[in-house]
Nanobody, 125 residues
Framework: QVQLVESGGGLVQAGGSLRLSCAASGRTCTTCAMGWFRQAPGKEREAVAT????????GYADSVKDRFTISRDNVKNTVYLQMNSLKPNDTAVYYC??????????????????WGQGTQVTVSS
């Protein structure tokens, strides 16, 4: 089992920045692809950013390109999401996820078998 714990969410004004962290414990997942997803009220969960097991390949949703950066530190078993130039429509619960069967980035929630509890990000206008 892999346990994922997100932190770093909160309330920020539009144009501000936040850095989310996802700490993994339990069975190591250094060869897992990892991803950040978000879900706003009344909307489906969507992939925001994904990263390969090595950190050498990343993918982003069009809505966050050039604003968000995903990274990972396999020594610390932690994945990060740096969010800049935040907008009110970035408001959502953000989830970290691990895909134990994948090494390359994947945007399909069905590929991820471990999920964190989520952290709320609220961007005020």
């Amino acid at each position: 089992q892999v346990q994922l714990v997100e932190s770093g969410g909160g309330l920020v004004q539009a144009g501000g920045s936040l850095r989310l962290s996802c700490a993994a414990s339990g069975r190591t997942c250094t060869t897992c692809a990892m991803g950040w997803f978000r879900q706003a009220p009344g909307k489906e969960r969507e992939a925001v950013a994904t990263i390969s097991w090595s950190g050498g390949s990343m993918g982003y949703a069009d809505s966050v390109k050039d604003r968000f950066t995903i990274s990972r530190d396999n020594v610390k078993n932690t994945v990060y999401l740096q969010m800049n130039s935040l907008k009110p429509n970035d408001t959502a619960v953000y989830y970290c996820a691990a895909a134990s069967g994948k090494r390359l980035p994947t945007t399909s929630p069905a590929d991820y078998d471990y999920w964190g509890q989520g952290t709320q990000v609220t961007v005020s206008s």
